[in-house]
């Protein structure tokens, strides 16, 4: 039961992340575009075996389904380990995959000005991966029953 509430976790916290990413960049020129980081990867990857790579909205569908499952089981992985670290290790991975995005892109032969353009991007960049992480901790946290009811409304009231 332990892997299922993993998964289950780390999947809400990839459908967090991209629900901030797709609904933020429609408001804000400097919003994050991780959408177009993961359309260039997977054109290239696609391309590097000799095959054609999608367009358009076929594009943008493969790559989000691609988002949301790799960083639903990279998230996943925030629930292995002692019960007690699961909030701090939700902020670790969060944050290691927020740096990523900014730090690595670019080293990795992807364009990284959708992540970078400004340090508002970049800190929103980081921001909503540390977010993901923590909505994966805390899905973890309610699943195992580690969490009440109304101590979860209090933390997701705003």
Do not use: C
């Amino acid at each position: 039961m332990k892997e299922i509430e993993n998964i289950a976790g780390g999947l809400a916290g990839a459908l967090a992340l991209n629900v901030l990413h797709e609904s933020y960049k429609r408001f804000d020129s400097e919003a994050p575009r991780v959408d177009l980081v993961g359309e260039e990867a997977l054109t290239k990857t696609v391309e590097s075996v000799g095959l054609k790579a999608p367009k358009g909205e076929k594009l943008f569908g493969l790559t989000l389904a691609a988002d949301v499952v790799s960083n639903a089981m990279y998230f996943s992985a925030i629930g292995v380990g002692k019960k007690k670290h699961l909030l701090l290790r939700g902020a670790g991975y969060g944050l290691a995959a927020g740096l990523g995005a900014v730090f690595f892109t670019k080293p990795l032969g992807l364009d990284d000005t959708p992540v970078t353009k400004t340090n508002k991007t970049k800190i929103l960049t980081v921001a909503w991966y540390l977010a993901g992480g923590l909505v994966t901790a805390l899905t973890i946290q309610a699943l195992k029953g580690k969490i009440s009811d109304k101590k979860l409304r209090s933390l997701l009231s705003f």
